[in-house]
């Protein structure tokens, strides 16, 4: 089996910043993407950023430049550098990874952004 436990979330004035990380921990054998995705009230669930295990990222449009993605191969960590924030990044944020062509998931770390 694999987890993965998030931490790092919490409240936060708009304009503040927070950092989420992730760990990922049992049958890890090789990772292959680390990602972040979140969940807002009455909303569909949405990918907030990836990275590759050679590096590469992705990101969504509404936090490209205050979000920065980053992973320790060494240690399968994964963490989410959130800069700026809005108070519409409030939502739960998920960790996931993708091993052997299976996703796996984190129970969510809430962030809450006040105005």
């Known amino acids: 089996q694999v987890q993965l436990v998030e931490s790092g979330g919490g409240l936060v004035q708009a304009g503040g910043s927070l950092r989420l990380s992730c760990a990922a921990s049992?049958?890890?054998?090789?990772?292959?993407?680390m990602g972040w995705y979140r969940q807002a009230p009455g909303k569909q669930r949405e990918l907030v950023a990836a990275i590759t295990r050679d590096g590469s990222t992705n990101y969504a449009d509404a936090v490209k430049g205050r979000f920065t993605i980053s992973r320790d191969n060494a240690k399968n960590t994964v963490s989410l550098q959130m800069n700026s924030l809005k108070p519409e990044d409030t939502a739960v944020y998920y960790c996931?990874?993708?091993?052997?062509?299976?996703?796996?998931w984190g129970k969510g770390t809430l962030v809450t952004v006040s105005s």
């Open positions: 049992g049958r890890i054998f090789s990772i292959n993407v």
């Open positions: 996931n990874i993708d091993q052997r062509l299976r996703e796996y």
